[in-house]
């Protein structure tokens, strides 16, 4: 409990400094002029990256662990557990989740666990494309194809030696470098299945549209402000605030977020409009969907009741 409350003193510490440094006034104004269907648009973006695509996209990593959920249910106490599992720190209101799967499926937490971790790490591989896309865009044609061409050479070299390694492997099935072959033989096998690949490719979809939807937010909160931001350099700057937001050192990433849009933009607008813009970002893509899941709250009860009955 005494760290919860530290996060939140931190970050109205830092909204309060950068407040008192900036013009207030300045704000206000940004914030009350901003175009409201713009902000409408980005908020119905931003539900439906953590209600609709987040839940089907955990719904398909649990299908692939051996664990199968109806969208309704996914949706319903994805959501329903959502505001705490945003507002406790260090992501340990997850536990909420998987505490659930465990008591109404069966679910082990060791395969909820892996289930969270993947859930997290596909968005993590689009961030870094997405990354990746925005620092080539940025860059000179010559640089992007030495940066291909590194990447396949180097992609390349670990399949050959892996490959290579493993044919000419004689390890006994119960030594270490043994059970690793057949660990990954067996995956390897696993993931060549239609359907298997399939999930993954759909799984990938869902969070590459979580992220999409994510950009789209702050694309559309800085026109409603009045700011024309390069799409190239938000490309690389989206996933390095997001990296910043995801270290729990404030809750929900406040006051990280405002800082970090203030700083990394220094360049392209003034500090005024790009508060403002953090601080509706910070609204629209955390604060209501916390908001919308407290809703869903008691449907989430009424089912986890319904399971212990069955």
Known sequence: MGAG???WLLAAAILAVMAWYLDLSAILDAIR?????????????ELLADYLFGAEKYRVLLGLLGTHLSRLDTFVIRGGTLPLRQLMPFRSGELLWMGYLRKSYGVSFVRSGVATVLDMGLEVLVLLAILGIGIG???SQLQVAFMVLGCLLVGTLIWWRLRAGFERSSAP???LRG???????AVTDWMRRPETLRQI???????GAIVVLDLLLYVLVFRAVGLDVPLTRLLVVLPLITFATGIPATPLGMGTREAALVLLFADVANPEALFASAILASAIG????????V?????????LARRELE
């Open 201 to 207: 490719l759909w799984a990938f979809a869902c969070a």
């Open 295 to 303: 809703a869903l709250i008691r449907p989430a009860v009424s089912r």
């Open 179 to 185: 059970r690793l072959e057949l660990a990954v033989s």
């Open 173 to 175: 099935p119960d030594s």
């Open 137 to 139: 865009c940025e860059s």
């Open 33 to 45: 002029g901003a175009d409201l269907l713009l902000l409408v648009l980005a908020a119905i973006g």
């Open 286 to 293: 955390k604060i209501l969907p916390v908001l919308a899941g």
């Open 5 to 7: 409350w530290l996060a």
